[in-house]
Protein backbone atom coordinates (compact mmCIF):
# COMPACT_ATOMS: atom_id res chain seq x y z
CA UNK A 1 0.00 0.00 0.00
CA UNK A 2 0.96 3.42 -1.08
CA UNK A 3 2.10 5.82 2.15
CA UNK A 4 -0.36 8.74 2.24
CA UNK A 5 1.96 11.33 4.49
CA UNK A 6 -1.49 13.18 5.23
CA UNK A 7 -5.27 12.54 5.04
CA UNK A 8 -7.34 14.10 2.16
CA UNK A 9 -9.22 16.98 4.42
CA UNK A 10 -12.41 17.62 3.25
CA UNK A 11 -12.88 20.82 1.58
CA UNK A 12 -12.70 23.65 4.21
CA UNK A 13 -14.71 26.18 1.93
CA UNK A 14 -17.31 23.56 1.36
CA UNK A 15 -17.59 22.85 5.19
CA UNK A 16 -18.16 26.05 5.91
CA UNK A 17 -20.89 26.40 2.81
CA UNK A 18 -22.89 23.93 4.57
CA UNK A 19 -22.85 25.35 7.66
CA UNK A 20 -23.85 28.56 6.60
CA UNK A 21 -26.80 27.29 4.45
CA UNK A 22 -27.78 25.08 7.67
CA UNK A 23 -27.87 28.56 9.64
CA UNK A 24 -30.00 30.36 7.40
CA UNK A 25 -33.62 30.29 6.62
CA UNK A 26 -34.35 27.83 4.13
CA UNK A 27 -35.96 30.93 1.32
CA UNK A 28 -33.06 33.10 1.82
CA UNK A 29 -31.70 34.16 -1.39
CA UNK A 30 -28.13 32.79 -0.77
CA UNK A 31 -29.63 29.15 -0.25
CA UNK A 32 -29.79 28.47 -4.04
CA UNK A 33 -26.19 29.60 -4.58
CA UNK A 34 -24.84 28.15 -1.84
CA UNK A 35 -26.41 24.64 -3.03
CA UNK A 36 -24.63 24.73 -6.41
CA UNK A 37 -21.31 25.57 -4.67
CA UNK A 38 -21.68 22.85 -2.22
CA UNK A 39 -22.62 20.04 -4.57
CA UNK A 40 -19.40 21.14 -6.64
CA UNK A 41 -17.02 20.87 -3.48
CA UNK A 42 -18.51 17.05 -2.76
CA UNK A 43 -18.29 16.82 -6.58
CA UNK A 44 -14.81 17.55 -6.16
CA UNK A 45 -13.89 16.04 -3.26
CA UNK A 46 -15.48 12.24 -4.42
CA UNK A 47 -13.29 12.25 -7.15
CA UNK A 48 -10.61 12.98 -5.34
CA UNK A 49 -11.20 10.41 -3.04
CA UNK A 50 -11.70 7.94 -6.17
CA UNK A 51 -8.23 8.68 -7.42
CA UNK A 52 -6.51 7.85 -3.84
CA UNK A 53 -8.72 4.53 -4.00
CA UNK A 54 -6.69 3.62 -7.00
CA UNK A 55 -3.39 5.45 -5.71
CA UNK A 56 -3.75 3.53 -2.73
CA UNK A 57 -2.54 0.15 -4.82
CA UNK A 58 0.94 1.61 -5.93
CA UNK A 59 4.10 -0.15 -3.08
CA UNK A 60 4.66 2.32 -0.48
CA UNK A 61 8.17 1.32 -0.55
CA UNK A 62 8.74 3.22 -3.66
CA UNK A 63 5.95 5.61 -4.15
CA UNK A 64 4.56 8.84 -1.22
CA UNK A 65 1.76 10.97 -2.09
CA UNK A 66 0.43 14.07 -0.41
CA UNK A 67 -3.01 14.99 -1.20
CA UNK A 68 -4.37 18.79 -1.26
CA UNK A 69 -1.12 20.07 -1.05
CA UNK A 70 -1.58 24.21 -1.01
CA UNK A 71 2.24 25.86 -1.45
CA UNK A 72 3.52 29.71 -1.41
CA UNK A 73 4.83 31.58 -4.70
CA UNK A 74 5.49 34.74 -3.94
CA UNK A 75 2.36 36.60 -2.61
CA UNK A 76 0.27 33.79 -4.34
CA UNK A 77 -0.90 30.27 -3.45
CA UNK A 78 -1.19 27.32 -6.11
CA UNK A 79 -2.97 24.01 -4.92
CA UNK A 80 -1.69 20.09 -6.00
CA UNK A 81 -4.44 17.78 -6.20
CA UNK A 82 -2.23 15.68 -5.28
CA UNK A 83 1.57 15.09 -5.34
CA UNK A 84 3.19 11.98 -6.05
CA UNK A 85 6.78 11.30 -5.06
CA UNK A 86 9.17 9.15 -5.44
CA UNK A 87 13.04 8.66 -5.99
CA UNK A 88 12.55 9.15 -9.86
CA UNK A 89 10.10 11.60 -10.45
CA UNK A 90 7.56 13.61 -9.10
CA UNK A 91 4.19 13.19 -10.49
CA UNK A 92 1.57 16.38 -9.53
CA UNK A 93 -2.05 15.12 -10.79
CA UNK A 94 -4.82 17.80 -11.41
CA UNK A 95 -7.99 15.66 -10.81
CA UNK A 96 -11.87 16.55 -12.26
CA UNK A 97 -14.85 15.29 -11.65
CA UNK A 98 -16.91 16.89 -14.27
CA UNK A 99 -19.86 15.41 -15.52
CA UNK A 100 -20.97 15.09 -19.50
CA UNK A 101 -18.59 15.37 -22.44
CA UNK A 102 -15.23 17.59 -22.29
CA UNK A 103 -14.18 18.52 -25.79
CA UNK A 104 -10.98 19.61 -26.46
CA UNK A 105 -10.59 22.57 -29.07
CA UNK A 106 -7.47 22.18 -31.20
CA UNK A 107 -7.70 25.67 -32.91
CA UNK A 108 -8.47 27.79 -29.98
CA UNK A 109 -6.93 25.37 -27.30
CA UNK A 110 -9.71 25.87 -25.04
CA UNK A 111 -11.64 22.56 -23.21
CA UNK A 112 -15.48 22.70 -23.73
CA UNK A 113 -17.56 21.07 -21.55
CA UNK A 114 -20.95 19.84 -22.65
CA UNK A 115 -23.69 18.69 -20.46
CA UNK A 116 -27.63 18.50 -20.62
CA UNK A 117 -27.37 20.12 -23.70
CA UNK A 118 -25.29 23.00 -22.67
CA UNK A 119 -21.80 24.14 -23.98
CA UNK A 120 -19.36 26.54 -21.82
CA UNK A 121 -15.83 26.73 -21.74
CA UNK A 122 -14.02 25.62 -18.52
CA UNK A 123 -10.30 25.72 -17.16
CA UNK A 124 -7.97 23.35 -18.96
CA UNK A 125 -6.69 20.59 -16.36
CA UNK A 126 -3.85 20.04 -18.61
CA UNK A 127 -2.92 24.09 -18.00
CA UNK A 128 -2.93 23.99 -14.50
CA UNK A 129 -0.74 21.21 -14.05
CA UNK A 130 1.58 22.43 -16.21
CA UNK A 131 1.89 25.12 -14.33
CA UNK A 132 1.96 23.16 -11.51
CA UNK A 133 5.00 21.99 -12.74
CA UNK A 134 6.92 25.03 -13.25
CA UNK A 135 5.89 26.12 -9.88
CA UNK A 136 7.48 22.40 -8.14
CA UNK A 137 10.67 23.15 -10.55
CA UNK A 138 11.25 26.55 -9.03
CA UNK A 139 10.20 25.28 -5.43
CA UNK A 140 13.21 22.97 -6.05
CA UNK A 141 15.68 25.39 -7.06
CA UNK A 142 14.70 27.81 -4.30
CA UNK A 143 15.20 25.12 -1.56
CA UNK A 144 18.23 23.50 -2.76
CA UNK A 145 16.99 20.31 -4.10
CA UNK A 146 18.26 18.23 -6.76
CA UNK A 147 16.98 18.00 -10.55
CA UNK A 148 14.43 15.98 -10.72
CA UNK A 149 12.45 14.88 -13.34
CA UNK A 150 8.49 16.27 -13.08
CA UNK A 151 5.78 14.96 -15.10
CA UNK A 152 2.19 15.58 -14.75
CA UNK A 153 -1.47 14.43 -15.24
CA UNK A 154 -4.95 15.49 -16.19
CA UNK A 155 -6.70 12.54 -14.66
CA UNK A 156 -11.14 12.14 -14.93
CA UNK A 157 -12.32 10.74 -11.77
CA UNK A 158 -15.75 10.52 -13.37
CA UNK A 159 -17.07 6.90 -14.39
CA UNK A 160 -19.76 8.72 -17.15
CA UNK A 161 -17.39 11.74 -18.59
CA UNK A 162 -16.69 11.19 -22.51
CA UNK A 163 -13.47 13.23 -23.44
CA UNK A 164 -13.06 13.66 -27.10
CA UNK A 165 -9.96 14.67 -28.40
CA UNK A 166 -8.96 15.09 -31.90
CA UNK A 167 -6.24 12.81 -32.97
CA UNK A 168 -3.47 14.85 -33.85
CA UNK A 169 -3.38 16.31 -30.31
CA UNK A 170 -0.90 13.44 -29.20
CA UNK A 171 1.11 15.53 -26.28
CA UNK A 172 -2.56 16.24 -24.91
CA UNK A 173 -3.59 12.70 -25.29
CA UNK A 174 -0.04 11.52 -23.28
CA UNK A 175 -1.44 14.01 -20.19
CA UNK A 176 -4.84 12.69 -19.56
CA UNK A 177 -5.60 9.52 -18.49
CA UNK A 178 -9.27 8.42 -16.85
CA UNK A 179 -8.42 7.07 -12.89
CA UNK A 180 -9.02 3.45 -13.67
CA UNK A 181 -5.80 3.77 -15.95
CA UNK A 182 -3.60 5.96 -13.71
CA UNK A 183 -1.76 3.05 -12.53
CA UNK A 184 -1.38 1.70 -15.78
CA UNK A 185 0.27 5.44 -16.75
CA UNK A 186 2.61 5.64 -13.65
CA UNK A 187 3.72 2.36 -14.28
CA UNK A 188 5.05 3.27 -17.22
CA UNK A 189 6.89 6.41 -15.96
CA UNK A 190 8.59 3.54 -13.57
CA UNK A 191 10.25 1.86 -16.74
CA UNK A 192 10.85 5.10 -18.49
CA UNK A 193 13.00 6.88 -15.33
CA UNK A 194 15.54 4.08 -14.09
CA UNK A 195 17.81 6.56 -12.39
CA UNK A 196 17.04 7.58 -8.87
CA UNK A 197 17.84 11.42 -8.39
CA UNK A 198 16.89 11.44 -4.61
CA UNK A 199 18.43 9.27 -1.94
CA UNK A 200 16.14 8.51 0.83
CA UNK A 201 17.27 10.62 2.96
CA UNK A 202 16.31 13.31 0.39
CA UNK A 203 13.32 12.11 -0.36
CA UNK A 204 12.21 12.15 3.29
CA UNK A 205 13.68 15.79 3.66
CA UNK A 206 11.88 16.60 0.69
CA UNK A 207 8.85 14.94 2.34
CA UNK A 208 9.11 16.94 5.31
CA UNK A 209 9.77 20.32 4.02
CA UNK A 210 6.46 19.57 1.25
CA UNK A 211 4.50 18.99 4.48
CA UNK A 212 5.83 21.86 6.69
CA UNK A 213 4.81 24.39 4.04
CA UNK A 214 2.18 22.90 3.37
CA UNK A 215 -0.66 26.32 4.16
CA UNK A 216 -4.42 24.91 4.51
CA UNK A 217 -7.27 27.42 2.77
CA UNK A 218 -8.32 30.52 4.84
CA UNK A 219 -11.86 30.83 3.24
CA UNK A 220 -13.39 34.04 4.64
CA UNK A 221 -16.96 33.60 4.31
CA UNK A 222 -18.30 36.51 5.48
CA UNK A 223 -16.20 38.72 3.02
CA UNK A 224 -17.24 36.51 -0.01
CA UNK A 225 -21.25 36.18 0.78
CA UNK A 226 -22.04 39.83 2.67
CA UNK A 227 -24.65 37.89 4.43
CA UNK A 228 -26.39 39.72 7.26
CA UNK A 229 -25.62 38.03 10.76
CA UNK A 230 -29.15 38.64 12.35
CA UNK A 231 -30.30 36.32 9.38
CA UNK A 232 -28.61 33.60 11.02
CA UNK A 233 -30.91 30.99 12.90
CA UNK A 234 -29.54 31.25 16.11
CA UNK A 235 -29.53 28.00 18.95
CA UNK A 236 -27.74 24.49 19.46
CA UNK A 237 -28.89 22.10 16.64
CA UNK A 238 -29.55 18.29 17.49
CA UNK A 239 -26.60 16.23 15.82
CA UNK A 240 -29.16 13.48 14.84
CA UNK A 241 -32.04 15.65 13.68
CA UNK A 242 -29.77 17.93 12.25
CA UNK A 243 -32.20 21.46 12.30
CA UNK A 244 -34.35 20.82 15.25
CA UNK A 245 -32.78 23.73 18.14
CA UNK A 246 -31.95 21.57 21.32
CA UNK A 247 -33.38 22.50 24.93
CA UNK A 248 -30.66 22.82 27.82
CA UNK A 249 -32.33 21.12 30.97
CA UNK A 250 -31.15 19.45 33.42
CA UNK A 251 -27.72 20.35 32.69
CA UNK A 252 -27.79 18.61 29.46
CA UNK A 253 -28.82 19.69 25.46
CA UNK A 254 -32.11 17.49 25.14
CA UNK A 255 -34.06 17.60 21.55
CA UNK A 256 -37.57 18.05 21.68
CA UNK A 257 -38.32 15.60 18.85
CA UNK A 258 -35.99 12.85 19.27
CA UNK A 259 -35.12 13.22 22.88
CA UNK A 260 -31.51 12.95 22.27
CA UNK A 261 -29.29 14.60 25.25
CA UNK A 262 -25.79 15.97 24.82
CA UNK A 263 -23.35 16.94 26.59
CA UNK A 264 -21.24 18.38 24.02
CA UNK A 265 -23.44 19.91 21.58
CA UNK A 266 -22.58 23.28 22.40
CA UNK A 267 -19.39 23.02 20.67
CA UNK A 268 -20.62 22.92 17.10
CA UNK A 269 -23.08 25.76 17.50
CA UNK A 270 -19.38 27.59 18.85
CA UNK A 271 -17.46 26.63 15.63
CA UNK A 272 -20.71 28.18 13.48
CA UNK A 273 -19.86 31.66 15.48
CA UNK A 274 -16.41 30.99 14.75
CA UNK A 275 -16.58 30.40 10.86
CA UNK A 276 -19.73 32.59 10.56
CA UNK A 277 -19.45 35.50 12.99
CA UNK A 278 -16.27 35.80 14.84
CA UNK A 279 -13.68 34.14 16.37
CA UNK A 280 -14.30 36.04 19.82
CA UNK A 281 -17.35 35.60 21.75
CA UNK A 282 -18.68 37.47 25.02
CA UNK A 283 -20.78 35.56 27.59
CA UNK A 284 -23.86 37.73 26.27
CA UNK A 285 -22.91 37.09 22.71
CA UNK A 286 -22.70 33.39 23.76
CA UNK A 287 -26.03 33.43 25.51
CA UNK A 288 -27.71 34.87 22.92
CA UNK A 289 -26.02 32.48 20.20
CA UNK A 290 -26.74 29.51 22.17
CA UNK A 291 -30.40 30.71 23.09
CA UNK A 292 -29.71 30.07 27.11
CA UNK A 293 -30.41 32.56 30.08
CA UNK A 294 -28.52 32.23 32.66
CA UNK A 295 -24.68 33.82 32.14
CA UNK A 296 -23.74 31.16 34.53
CA UNK A 297 -24.62 28.37 32.33
CA UNK A 298 -22.97 30.08 29.34
CA UNK A 299 -19.62 31.17 31.99
CA UNK A 300 -19.31 27.16 32.51
CA UNK A 301 -19.70 26.37 29.41
CA UNK A 302 -16.58 28.55 28.27
CA UNK A 303 -14.26 27.83 31.05
CA UNK A 304 -15.09 24.18 30.70
CA UNK A 305 -13.62 24.39 27.63
CA UNK A 306 -10.16 26.03 28.30
CA UNK A 307 -10.96 29.11 25.65
CA UNK A 308 -8.17 31.86 26.20
CA UNK A 309 -9.98 34.85 27.39
CA UNK A 310 -9.27 38.33 27.52
CA UNK A 311 -10.55 41.26 29.60
CA UNK A 312 -12.62 41.29 32.82
CA UNK A 313 -16.16 41.07 33.96
CA UNK A 314 -18.60 42.15 31.25
CA UNK A 315 -15.62 43.00 28.79
CA UNK A 316 -14.65 39.66 28.65
CA UNK A 317 -14.17 37.28 25.19
CA UNK A 318 -13.55 34.60 24.52
CA UNK A 319 -11.20 33.33 21.74
CA UNK A 320 -12.53 30.23 20.21
CA UNK A 321 -9.98 29.56 17.74
CA UNK A 322 -8.93 26.00 20.10
CA UNK A 323 -12.44 24.58 19.52
CA UNK A 324 -10.57 23.03 16.53
CA UNK A 325 -9.33 20.39 18.73
CA UNK A 326 -12.04 20.53 21.29
CA UNK A 327 -14.00 19.23 17.44
CA UNK A 328 -11.71 16.34 17.15
CA UNK A 329 -11.50 15.51 20.73
CA UNK A 330 -15.49 14.80 21.26
CA UNK A 331 -15.47 12.94 17.67
CA UNK A 332 -17.50 16.01 15.94
CA UNK A 333 -15.77 16.46 13.26
CA UNK A 334 -16.06 14.92 9.46
Same mark, same amino acid.
Given at each position: ???????????????????????????H?L?Q?????????????K?????????????????????????????????????? %????????????????????????????????????? %???????????????????? @??????????Y?????????????????T???K??????V???????L?????E?K??N?????????????????????????????????????????????????????????????????????? @???????S?? %??????? $??L?? $????????? @????????????????Y???????Q????? @???
Amino acid at each position: MIIFVKKRPFPVRTMIEERLSKRLLPRHPLQQTLAFEISKGKAGYKGEKNVDYYLDFLPGDKFRIIPDLRLQRKKYFYQIDSLL %ICQYFLLPLEIKNVRGILRFDRNLDQLIQVYKGEKKR %ITNPIHQAKRHRTQLRQWLT @LHQFPLIPIEYFFVNSNDETIIEIPDDLTEVIKKICNSEVLLEKIYKLEREYVEPKLTNKELNKLTKQLLKEDTPLEFNVKKYYSYNELDLIKGVFCPACSTTIMDWKNRAWECPDCHLRSHTAHIDAL @LDHYYLISPF %ITNLQCR $EFLRL $ESSDTVRHH @LITLGLEKQGSNRNRTYNLASLINQYNKFG @LHR
